[in-house]
């Protein structure tokens, strides 16, 4: 391959950027993989086989690969009504579809799209912070829905937003939330990277729920064990809303933890 093919071959791997309007404005800049519907056919076209979600809440939250997310027999019949899409693959079921024929009780469901490479240095704790995908889950548990949160294989980066969930909403460890997750769905492996950031999560919920540290604890230990860069990152560049779900983000980067806890939770399997 010539020198000049390698470098349109490379360019075309990577996202491309476009605007987006949420709740009403024009954000720039959020990320798109190129890939975006090569993945998406690859999906639907296993979606015939796919396994049904796991069920982490009861008649609350669900996490899946992308093929599940692609079924909407699997999602009708588990009353889905929210999704957080963390997968290269685009939102299935946003408009109505033929689906509402055998299900018309059925409604599309509400999508929040979240673009988070599944790699070691990609920053996944920013919708931790920001009380992004924990908001989201809020407003679903508030109207009674039903969420399924999705990547590419249910193993890694929504697994992470559900462990960052359970220790948000729960007070959990990282370590009991993972035993707990990995216990509703034994797949589970988020990479070396987003293990780090849920660890530093951790240390930031105890610290804003005012738990003293000290420097021996199993927090402050994991936290220290590898150095880490902070990433600056514009939340709004990042996330894409479905299309006539109006959220107002609120002011981006605030760590608030009881800002969107229940006061009524949902009781853990």
Not at 191 to 203: A, D, I, P, T, V
């Given at each position: ?9 490379t360019r075309n791997l990577g996202p491309v950027y ?252």
């Amino acid at each position: 391959m010539s020198n000049v093919k390698k470098r349109v071959a490379t360019r075309n791997l990577g996202p491309v950027y476009r605007n987006q309007v949420i709740g009403g404005l024009t954000v720039p800049r959020f990320r798109i993989p190129v890939h975006e519907a090569k993945l998406s056919q690859d999906a639907i076209s296993k979606a015939f086989k796919a396994a049904k979600p796991s069920e982490i809440i009861k008649d609350f939250l669900y996490l899946s690969g992308a093929s599940t997310a692609a079924n909407g027999d699997l999602l009708a019949r588990n009353k889905i009504t929210h999704i957080i899409n963390i997968s290269p693959c685009r939102n299935f079921f946003e408009s109505k579809i033929p689906l509402l024929q055998k299900y018309p009780h059925w409604k599309p469901p509400k999508y929040l799209r979240l673009y988070v490479r599944d790699v070691p240095g990609e920053n996944i704790e920013k919708f931790f912070n920001a009380s992004v995908s924990n908001r989201f889950l809020y407003e679903a548990n508030r109207e009674r829905g039903r969420v399924l949160v999705y990547c590419w294989a249910g193993v890694s980066r929504s697994a992470s937003l559900i462990l960052a969930y359970l220790m948000n909403q729960y007070e959990y460890t990282y370590n009991n939330a993972f035993n707990y997750l990995k216990r509703r769905r034994s797949i589970i492996e988020p990479n070396w990277g987003f293990c780090l950031q849920l660890s530093r999560y951790e240390l930031d919920l105890t610290r804003a729920l005012g738990v003293p540290i000290d420097g021996t604890s199993g927090t402050k230990r994991k936290y220290n064990e590898i150095e880490c860069v902070d990433m600056k990152v514009d939340v709004g560049s990042v996330v894409e809303e479905g299309e006539g779900n109006a959220f107002d983000w609120g002011t981006k980067g605030i760590f608030d933890p009881s800002t969107y806890r229940y006061n009524k939770m949902r009781k853990l399997i």
